[in-house]
């Protein structure tokens, strides 16, 4: 059976990697430095989106209070919280797959681009992507679409040959921005029902659902 897709393009946090342990510690830290209350588990909606507009959505504050939030943010993570993480089981298997069967996976993620490949090196997940594109150092500002679109243009991808796989809203908007298929994870940080409703193609609930539905079985 031929393959339904030529390019895959992963979402990292909630996607490749199980990174919200560091990322809501950090966020907790950051929003406690400003005397706005949070609890924990209140806060994995904060694992993966933009956290310049996620801050705005569910705080309220100004741009330049979600750009400060976001340096604050990053006090903890930079040398603590990247590290409170780790690969989802089955990933690198099905990696190693994909990339076998002749795939060309990519990165496409809203988190930074240093921290994005420090982790994948660390891991040894770094040799399965041909391209690996976060958002630009400093403020995380772009669009999931724009960062989609970075790695689409980058590749040289056919659009309808490409699908984003993701765990969020964000990643199906994106997706659909750009003019191409995104394929929901139902390991990550959506909310239930949260993937359906922004229009992913199917939402699958583990890593061998996904890789059999990446191989056209």
């Keep these: 059976m031929a393959f339904p897709y030529q390019t895959i393009l992963f979402d990292f946090d909630g996607t490749v990697f199980d990174t919200v342990e560091g990322i809501t510690k950090s966020i907790h830290y950051a929003l406690e430095k400003h005397g706005i209350r949070s609890e924990i588990n209140e806060l994995r909606q904060f694992a993966g989106p933009p956290l ?39 990933i690198r298997e099905m990696l190693e797959t994909l990339g076998n069967a002749g795939l060309c996976l990519c990165i496409a993620t809203s988190k930074p681009q240093e921290p994005t490949e420090l982790l994948l090196r660390r891991s040894g997940l770094e040799k399965y992507f041909r391209y690996v594109i976060g958002s630009r150092e400093g403020i995380n500002d772009q669009s999931k679409a724009q960062i989609v679109d ?48 922004a229009g992913a193609i199917a939402v699958v609930k583990d890593v061998a659902s996904l890789q059999k539905m990446l191989l056209g079985g």
């Excluded at 993570?77 to 990247?82: A, D, H, L, R, S």
């Excluded at 765990?167 to 191409?180: H, L, P, Q, S």
């Design 52 to 90: 310049v507009e996620k801050f705005i959505e569910v705080y309220g504050v100004s741009w330049e209070e979600a750009e400060q939030l976001v340096l604050d943010f990053r006090e903890r993570y930079t040398p603590i919280g990247v590290f409170e993480s780790a690969p989802f089981n089955g």
């Design 150 to 197: 970075s790695v689409i243009r980058k590749c040289g991808c056919e659009r309808r040959k490409t699908v984003l796989i993701g765990d969020t809203k964000y990643d199906v908007f994106g997706a659909g921005e750009c003019g191409i298929d995104c394929i929901g994870v139902g390991w990550g940080y959506a909310a239930e029902g949260e993937l359906e409703k």
